[in-house]
């Protein structure tokens, strides 16, 4: 296992004080800056150059590439589920939970929308159920016509 932390001198010293504090020090770790792609290791002053040929920084690149990737959607996804969640519970009787349970089982605000209100009930209940079809209706018909 290795940890590889995107950053230089900085960012390696704040992981390793990390590690620490959880008493994992002898957790092989490097930081990996981009602009030089220089690589930093612990209680070392100079980073390593590795050459731009290397098959070994292009490995490091590639992790480090992925987990930007893989960051990047990870934090769209839960900005977006944010969102549609703020829509859900503008609803009186639908908070962050029952927004979440919504989404988890229709996947997506158009397919609550289109969902049939038995189908709702089995998530809210009668009276949630009509009054988040009735919103759903006018919001969605609200925004289509806008674009």
């Not at 602009?35 to 070392?44: H, S």
């Not at 731009?52 to 769209?76: G, P």
């Not at 009787?93 to 997506?108: P, W």
Request: charged content about 30%; proline content about 3%; cysteine-free.
């Amino acid at each position: 296992d290795l940890i590889i932390v995107d950053g230089g001198k900085g960012q390696l010293s704040a992981a390793l004080e990390s590690l620490h504090d959880l008493g994992l020090e002898n957790q092989p770790i490097i930081g990996l800056a981009k602009r030089l792609e220089e690589v930093f290791l612990p209680n070392q002053s100079e980073p390593l150059l590795l050459p731009r040929t290397s098959s070994a920084l292009k490995l490091l690149q590639q992790v480090r590439d992925e987990a930007h990737r893989f960051a990047i959607t990870f934090h769209r996804t839960v900005r977006e589920r944010r969102v549609i969640s703020t829509i859900l519970t503008e609803v009186k009787g639908i908070g962050r939970k029952r927004a979440d349970e919504l989404l988890k089982k229709f996947g997506s605000v158009r397919n609550i929308a289109s969902a049939e209100i038995v189908e709702l009930e089995e998530v809210v209940g009668r009276k949630v159920a009509d009054r988040l079809k009735q919103y759903l209706q006018s919001t969605l018909t609200d925004h289509y016509e806008e674009e």
